[in-house]
C-alpha cells in the first residue's frame, strides 16, 4: 500500500526548471505546454479547497450563444473529507474540476486549493492535485510501469522516492506492470488512472466518474483503495450519476444543478431533509374497503394487491402513533416494512424544483 506524505507533500524538486505539462496523456486538455517549477513544501491548510464566488462563463462561439456554466458557485471541501458532487448532465461538475486542476480559466471569483490561490501558483495548486479523468485516454503503446514513471518524471518525483510498484500493487496491477495498456480490460485501464492520479501522492484526489462502466467487484475492489487513501488522510472528491455510492461512501454532499450548488450538507444531513418516510403493511385478509378511519387518519393508502402504504413525516407523526392506528385497524398483519429516503429522492427534488 501508499506509504504517503498526505498532509506535507513535497513533489517539487528543490532546483527550479520547467517540466512538460503533467496532465499531457491524461485525456484532460491542456492550457500549458509548459509550467513553471516552484520549490517548497505545501503546508497543511483547514481545508483542502475553497471555492468562492465562482463563475464560468464559456463564450459564444460558432453561432452557440454563450453559456453560463458555473454561476456563483461557494463551496467549502474539509481536509480529509470524502466528497460527492452530484449534478444531471451538464450541472457543471466538469467545468468545476477543470477549473481547479488549471485546465479551464474561470470568468470571476476564487479558488483555493490546498490553501494555494490558483490565480497567485496554479502550479502549486495543479501539485496538490491527482484527476483521475473520466475519459479510458492510455497510450496503448506503454506498460503501466512506464505509464507511472513517465507520470512521477513529469511531476519530478525523484528515483528513490517512486512507489510504482506498490501503487501498481494497490490497485491491483502488479501483475500486469509489464503488459501493454491495449491489452488492459477497461476496470483495469480505469485502475491505472487511478495510480497514476496518484504517482506524486497528492493530498487530494478528484475521482470524475470513476466507476462508469467497471464491473461491480472491480468497483469494490477501486473503492477500497479510495476508502484506504482517504483513511490515511487524502481528501477524496467525487462526481458520480450512482447516488448509491455517494450515499454509502461519503461524508459531505453537494448538488450542483444549473451551475448553482442546489445543496450541500453532510450526506446524513441531506438524507434527513425530505423528512419522510412510508411504513409498507401486508394483509392477509386483503385490503377493507373503505379503510378504517383510524387508517385512513394517518394517511393509509390502498397500494393494490394486498398492501397499504403510509407515508408520514418523522417530524410531525412519530412511528408509534401509526403501529397504534394499525392495532386499533385490527387487520391480519402479515408483513410490515418501513422505507427510508434515499439519496435518489434528494437528488430529484432538488434538481426538479429548480428545473
Ligand atoms: N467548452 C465549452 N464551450 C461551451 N459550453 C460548454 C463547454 N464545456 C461545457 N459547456 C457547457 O457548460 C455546461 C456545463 O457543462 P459540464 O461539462 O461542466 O457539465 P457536467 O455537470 O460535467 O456534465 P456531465 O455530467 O454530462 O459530464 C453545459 O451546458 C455544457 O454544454
Not at 38 to 43: G, K
Not at 91 to 116: C, D
Not at 170 to 187: I, N, W
Not at 224 to 240: D, M, P, Q, S, W
Request: contains cysteine; aromatic residues 4%.
Amino acid at each position: 500500500m501508499l506509504g504517503g506524505r498526505p498532509n506535507g507533500i513535497r513533489i517539487i524538486p528543490a532546483r527550479p526548471r520547467r517540466i512538460p505539462d503533467p496532465n499531457a496523456g491524461s485525456g484532460l486538455s491542456s492550457l500549458h505546454a509548459e509550467v513553471p517549477v516552484t520549490p517548497a513544501p505545501l503546508p497543511v491548510p483547514a481545508n483542502a479547497i475553497e471555492i468562492e464566488n465562482l463563475t464560468k462563463v464559456y463564450k459564444a462561439r460558432n453561432g452557440q450563444p454563450a453559456k453560463t456554466a458555473l454561476d456563483g458557485v461557494s463551496l467549502t471541501i474539509p481536509r480529509g473529507g470524502f466528497f460527492a458532487l452530484l449534478g444531471p448532465n451538464g450541472a457543471g461538475k466538469s467545468t468545476l474540476i477543470n477549473i481547479m486542476a488549471g485546465l479551464v480559466m474561470k470568468t470571476s471569483g476564487t479558488v483555493r486549493v490546498w490553501g494555494t490561490d490558483i490565480d497567485r501558483d496554479d502550479r502549486q495548486a495543479r501539485a496538490a492535485i491527482g484527476i483521475v479523468p473520466q475519459e479510458l485516454n492510455l497510450d496503448p503503446f506503454f506498460t503501466p510501469r512506464e505509464l507511472l514513471e513517465v507520470q512521477a518524471g513529469l511531476y519530478g518525483v525523484p528515483r528513490r522516492e517512486r512507489r510504482t510498484l506498490e501503487i501498481l500493487d494497490a490497485v491491483g496491477l502488479a501483475d500486469k506492470a509489464d503488459a501493454y495498456a491495449r491489452t488492459l480490460s477497461g476496470g483495469m485501464r480505469r485502475r491505472l488512472l487511478v495510480a497514476k492520479a496518484m504517482v506524486h501522492q497528492p493530498p487530494i484526489l478528484v475521482l470524475d466518474e470513476p466507476t462508469a462502466g467497471v464491473d461491480i467487484e472491480l468497483r469494490q475492489q477501486l473503492w477500497r483503495y479510495v476508502k484506504e487513501l482517504n483513511a490515511r488522510g487524502t481528501t477524496i472528491l467525487l462526481t458520480t450519476h450512482y447516488l448509491e455510492e455517494a450515499e454509502t461512501l461519503c461524508d459531505q454532499t453537494a448538488i450542483i444543478n444549473n451551475g448553482t450548488v442546489a445543496a450541500c450538507d453532510s450526506t446524513r444531513n441531506l438524507l434527513r431533509r425530505l423528512d419522510s418516510k412510508a411504513v409498507i403493511v401486508t394483509l392477509g385478509g386483503g385490503v377493507p374497503d373503505p379503510l378504517p378511519a383510524g387508517l385512513a387518519a394517518v394517511g393509509a393508502c390502498a397500494r393494490g394487491g394486498d398492501q397499504i402504504v403510509i407515508r408520514y413525516q418523522p417530524s410531525v407523526t412519530s412511528i408509534g402513533t401509526i403501529l397504534e392506528a394499525l392495532h386499533t385497524a385490527d387487520l391480519d398483519i402479515r408483513d410490515l416494512v418501513t422505507e427510508e429516503t434515499d439519496l435518489e429522492d434528494i437528488f430529484l427534488q432538488l434538481t426538479r424544483k429548480a428545473a
